[in-house]
């Protein structure tokens, strides 16, 4: 265990920056506590002057610098806080996640209620495009919302875009409950669909930013249950409401509770230590951190922030406008940064491009067609098979790792879309135009029950890898492009879902439901590919270090290798500190909580 030397930093200087606007009173310290870590790591990171640019002061200002890893040569050293998680994270992590249970919910709930709102509005019944305008609506306002974003939560920070969410969302739903014709609920989904946009993308990101290294993809995978469990109780109170009268108005209506606990709860919750460090606010960034690893000592917090705003890199540009030109150019130039970018959006894309929203969306008109008659009930079954395996997933994240469900996912799901596709060949059912089938064997087959085993099966595949994986994007991007980065990933997602949800029944309808499986089924294999030779394992590490691993290419071997030594480290760790305790050490002494690679 390394023997960290302890700086003359105060709580008095935080936040004071040196003359070039940076930090400049963090410059000797962080170099302090980097020398010390160096001297006792032996290892090859450095302190290096800060670069000789104009507005910096090279006496006080000093930058961490991380190599580019190899299989053999692991540079990284980070601070690493001994304490896994307080209540104070999971509290935060839970009221983060609202945002996703807003997206399932809302994603959700609009099948049943267009099912029930018969001739409510304009006083006839809805054309099939007025439904599709509908349902579309959602996903389209997302996709706009995503792409400006993650640029406003670097402005003005992630509780506030939350909260603003907040305001969306009950905007959107009030237009919706009172809505008389077709046009004011179209418009209530679209103001709706701005906030699940927001929060689909920022949720995450909070989350990511506020999680120990080692837990991370679990408290991300939060967000993804409650987003799951949002779709389940969307389809379970549609089906409740089904009968009663202006039971979908009641549906829209549940909508305000969650995002109204959410507005309250951030007015006493803060934002993220990352956020604040990246604003220059180290002294409310040392106040977060505190809170969140209640046991660790004062100075090691200290140490921490110094730390972070080293490896924080303010992008230049006297305007906002340009300084967001400058963060999307160097999204593209910067290799790193480029390949956190195909690996973020590919992601998503892969989510989106095979075709579970379909089947999630149009379950119930595919279970009545091969013969079920009561095909809500089975649409619950699949939507909780989803909510089951993201459970599975939670506990898989971090402990397996995130590219080793993503392996085991993809094949099972293009097995189990090949069963389907070979089952509906049997079935012979043709899809035709306006969503009606016709089948030749009507009735309970078994091929029927061959095509729900098989969409159950790929539904727990899908859950457990590629449903829950892509929402740990904001570990991909260093702190400068994150918001920027998250942005294009997300919009990509919302993006993917528009197109798979608009095109599947005429997929259906032209290249047969054998075909469109069999083209699902194909793109699940190639997106294995994909994965296997590009994504790395990013389980364990500090979101500072998954820069380093990108830096020279995808790095899949020594991601693997780190991820393995940062599970090793925290085992240890956790002995060592349950030795301690054995041996009546109460107080852990700050440089036990240090450790490095
Ligand atoms: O991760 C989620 C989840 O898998 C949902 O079930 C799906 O509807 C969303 O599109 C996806 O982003």
Redesign the pocket.
């Known amino acids: 265990m390394a023997q960290h030397q302890f700086t003359e930093y105060t709580p008095e200087n935080m936040g004071k920056t040196g003359p070039s606007g940076r930090r400049g009173s963090y410059g000797t310290a962080a170099k302090t506590a980097k020398q010390g870590s160096e001297a006792s790591a032996g290892v090859g990171a450095s302190t290096v002057p800060g670069e000789p640019d104009s507005d910096s002061d090279a006496n006080s200002f000093s930058r961490i610098q991380i190599k580019p890893v190899n299989d053999e040569d692991d540079t990284s050293v980070m601070i690493t806080f001994n304490q896994s998680v307080s209540w104070f994270i999971v509290s935060l992590t839970f009221v983060a996640s609202i945002s996703g249970f807003m997206f ?1 919910y809302d ?1 959700g709930y609009i099948s049943s209620a267009l099912v029930s709102i018969g001739t409510d509005l304009d006083n006839r019944e809805l054309t099939y495009g007025n439904k599709e305008l509908i349902t579309a609506a959602t996903s389209l306002g997302a996709l706009i919302s995503s792409v400006v974003a993650g640029t406003c939560a670097d402005i003005w920070g992630r509780k506030p875009c939350i909260m603003f969410s907040n305001v969306l969302f009950v905007i959107g739903a009030a237009l919706q409950v009172s809505a008389h014709t077709f046009w004011q609920m179209a418009i209530g989904r679209l103001i709706m669909g701005f906030g699940v946009g927001i929060g689909s993308l920022i949720s995450p990101l909070f989350i990511g930013e506020i999680a120990p290294k080692m837990i991370r993809g679990r408290l991300v995978v939060i967000n ?1 249950l409650c ?2 469990g949002g ?1 389940l109780i969307a389809y379970g109170c549609g089906a409740g409401l089904d009968k009663v009268h202006n039971g979908w108005r009641i549906l829209v209506g549940l909508s305000l509770i969650p995002t109204c606990i959410q507005f309250v709860c951030f007015c006493f919750l803060p934002d993220t230590p990352r956020f604040y460090v990246m604003k220059g606010r180290l002294d409310k960034a040392a106040e977060v951190l505190a809170k969140s690893y209640n046991s660790a000592p004062q100075e090691l917090i200290q140490q921490k922030i110094i730390e972070l705003s080293s490896l924080n890199r303010t992008i230049p540009g006297k305007t906002v406008a340009v300084r967001v030109l400058n963060t999307i150019k160097e999204l593209h130039t910067e290799p790193s940064n480029f390949r956190a970018l195909v690996l973020a959006c590919a992601m998503q894309g892969i ?2 491009f095979c075709g ?2 379909s089947l ?1 969306y149009f379950s119930g008109t595919i279970f009545e067609t091969v013969g079920f008659k009561n095909s809500a009930a089975v649409s619950i079954v699949v939507a909780g098979t ?1 909510f089951v395996f993201t459970l599975v997933a939670f506990f898989a994240i971090d402990r397996i790792g995130r590219r080793v469900i993503l392996l085991i996912g993809l094949p099972g799901m293009c097995l189990s879309l090949v069963v389907c596709a070979i089952a509906f060949h049997f079935m012979d059912v043709r899809f035709e135009g306006g969503g009606s089938a016709v089948i030749k064997d009507s009735g309970f087959t078994a091929w029927g029950i061959v095509i729900i085993l098989s969409i159950i099966c790929y539904a727990a595949f ?2 457990l890898g590629i ?2 994986v892509p ?1 740990q994007q904001s570990e991909l991007f260093p702190q400068a492009v994150r918001g920027v980065g998250t942005s294009y990933s997300t919009a990509t ?1 919302w993006a993917g ?1 528009l197109v798979i949800a608009s095109t599947f029944l005429t997929m259906l309808q032209n290249i047969t439901p054998t075909g469109t499986f069999a083209l699902f089924a194909a793109l699940s294999l190639v997106s294995f590919l994909f994965i296997y030779f590009c994504y790395p394992e990013l389980s364990g590490l500090e979101l500072e270090e998954v820069q380093m691993i990108l830096k020279d290419g995808f790095n899949i071997k020594a991601s693997q290798t780190l991820a393995k030594k940062r599970k090793q480290q925290m085992a240890d760790q956790r002995n060592a500190a349950h030795d301690n305790e054995l041996q009546g050490y109460n107080k852990a002494k700050p440089s036990d909580e240090l450790m490095e690679g």
């Open positions: 399932g994603t993804s987003l799951t779709q989510q989106q579970w929203n999630l989803n899908y859950a449903g829950t929402w997602n879902s």
